[in-house]
């Protein structure tokens, strides 16, 4: 059996305090380690406890964009070291300095310090404050060594999990396991959503969200083996917190998913991608049509 084990750093930010942040993402990794975690997971945006901004402050804006991070700044370069000392992956959540307005990231740092993925959020909240974000360009998929061997790891932030194909272009891309920051209220029809977005494409999903009172907590994992060998269903379900903070451990049995997704019917096999070209249309047609939202 190959475990490969994904702690969920459940906390409560700092807010705008970034060195406060620092130290509390150090303290629950450090925490991740004990318990034996190949990979911490943050919640989205730590380095500044997602904070936004009110757009009708003079000054606002800039103040916040100030507040972005590069990948060569202490903030990141200390967890690059953490990751090193531990001899444990850490998927960074940050506001990332870009060119014009700033990008929601994670970076997923390998064992030996080194960052394997950076992904910015695709599914910017336009019609809220992150319209003032970069959106990303992309779905990466990295291949992660770990203890257990390597794994294909990729990413989705938030909102992201909303849209199907967000998971499904992970999953055609090689993912065997998605990790997902979050930051909202988690309630039964997300825990629907993200269980669905497991079963469908046979990935195990990871996600760590903000303990109350910033958010709700109920960080959760599930895996991607829906059926035993005796073809009776079983509960995706790995792990779920409480609103709280802590540390909270998802085990995923690789050599058990990986089995499972050579012989089941979802994934690529039996796909028709030649019928889905509506997918790719860029119209949007009543009663979709919002003003604020872009391409």
């Not at 310090?113 to 809220?128: N, P, Q, S, W």
């Not at 269980?195 to 195990?204: D, I, P, Q, S």
Request: proline residues 5%; negative net charge.
């Amino acid at each position: 059996m190959s475990l490969l084990k994904i702690a969920l750093l459940q906390m409560a930010s700092c807010r705008t305090d970034r060195e406060a942040n620092r130290e509390k993402g150090e303290r629950f990794c450090r925490e991740a380690h004990r318990t034996g975690a190949d990979i911490a997971l943050f919640p989205e945006m730590w380095s500044n406890g997602y904070r936004f901004f009110d757009p009708a402050l003079p000054g606002a804006r800039e103040a916040w964009a100030a507040e972005a991070v590069g990948q060569e700044d202490p903030f990141i370069l200390h967890f690059r070291e953490l990751a090193r000392e531990l001899e444990m992956a850490i998927a960074l959540t940050y506001l990332e300095r870009w060119e014009g307005r700033p990008r929601n990231t994670v970076s997923l740092i390998d064992r030996r310090g080194e960052i394997r993925l950076t992904y910015a959020k695709v599914h910017t909240c336009e019609f809220d404050i992150e319209a003032h974000l970069t959106p990303g360009d992309g779905f990466p998929v990295c291949p992660l060594d770990t203890g257990q061997g390597e794994v294909k790891i990729g990413a989705m932030i938030c909102y992201d999990r909303e849209f199907p194909e967000s998971a499904r272009i992970l999953m055609l891309a090689g993912a065997e396991i998605i990790l997902v920051p979050n930051a909202c209220g988690w309630e039964k029809h997300r825990r629907c959503q993200l269980r669905t977005r497991a079963y469908e494409n046979m990935v195990g999903i990871a996600m760590t969200n903000y303990a109350a009172p910033d958010c709700n907590g109920h960080s959760v994992a599930y895996d991607a083996v829906a059926f035993g060998q005796d073809e009776k269903p079983l509960d995706l379900l790995i792990v779920e917190a409480g609103e709280s903070e802590g540390v909270y451990m998802a085990s995923f049995d690789l050599d058990r998913l990986r089995a499972y997704r050579e012989h089941e019917a979802w994934g690529n096999a039996y796909r028709r991608p030649r019928l889905y070209g509506l997918l790719t249309s860029e119209q949007v047609d009543p009663p979709f049509v919002r003003p604020d939202a872009t391409r």
